[in-house]
């Protein structure tokens, strides 16, 4: 697609229910970046794919986050058993990679509501 | 590990004014450098990027200096308008830390420029 794109827009979930989101990366985009913007707190990493690979997932904060890619294309990041502490923006963004000088597209990101 | 360090925001500043955001960072190697930026309701997007020492990067008016001496990239424009209100993030990538290809930010400076 034009852009990378992300779904869904906005998501509100009762604690301790688990949440799916996805990202569809640019085409032809080999990397795919998962990140985390709280209010206040900046943006944090959760985890790096390079094709279907995840040679970094350092930024996952537990054992409820896990994260997929499938076809070198497609990811989804799913949190089980949301916490309110959950409550972010979650932002995706694709790159040509794997050059460090490769810009970072981002999408609109998935805003998360725990409540 | 690599981190990134910008002033702390909000920075208020009148139209017109001059505009300096700092940004400092550390890593192994030779990481490149950027500035993304996020106006309201949007997703981050590139705003400049330097890859090596003593470049600089410049767009919209913005610019920012690779000084590997000082381990520095601040963002300057000379005039701010109204429609530079956003939030800032400094970033790099490195071979080590945040994956071969990963993106590591700073918290983000929220600018804004009253009329």
């Known amino acids: 697609g034009a852009g990378v794109s992300q779904s869904p827009s906005n998501k509100v979930t009762e604690k301790g229910k688990d949440v799916e989101l996805r990202c569809d990366p640019i085409?032809?985009?080999?990397?795919l970046y998962w990140y985390r913007q709280s209010l206040g707190q900046g943006l944090e990493f959760l985890i790096y794919?390079?094709?279907?690979?995840?040679?970094?997932k350092s930024g996952l904060p537990s054992d409820r986050f896990s994260a997929e890619r499938t076809g070198g294309s497609v990811s989804t990041l799913t949190i089980q058993r949301t916490q309110q502490e959950d409550s972010a923006v979650y932002l995706c963004?694709?790159?040509?990679?794997?050059?460090?000088?490769?810009?970072?597209?981002f999408g609109q990101g998935t805003r998360l509501t725990v409540v | 590990g690599n981190s990134v360090t910008q002033m702390e925001g909000p920075v208020t500043l009148s139209e017109e004014a001059f505009l300096t955001i700092n940004c400092t960072y550390t890593?192994?190697?030779?990481?490149?450098l950027f500035w993304y930026v996020q106006y309201p309701g949007e997703g981050l997007q590139l705003l400049l990027k330097?890859?090596?020492?003593?470049d600089k990067g410049s767009n919209k008016g913005f610019e920012a200096t690779y000084r590997k001496e000082t381990t520095s990239f601040h963002l300057e424009k000379g005039s701010v308008q109204v429609s530079d209100s956003a939030v800032y993030f400094c970033?790099?990538?490195?071979?080590?830390?945040?994956?071969?290809?990963?993106?590591?930010f700073g918290k983000g400076t929220h600018l804004i420029i009253q009329p």
């Open positions: 085409s032809g985009h080999t990397a």
């Open positions: 970033a790099l990538t490195a071979v080590s830390g945040g994956g071969a290809d990963g993106l590591t």
């Open positions: 330097a890859t090596k020492a003593d």
């Open positions: 890593a192994t190697g030779y990481p490149s």
């Open positions: 963004a694709s790159s040509l990679g794997p050059r460090k000088n490769t810009e970072a597209f």
């Open positions: 794919f390079q094709g279907n690979s995840a040679p970094d």
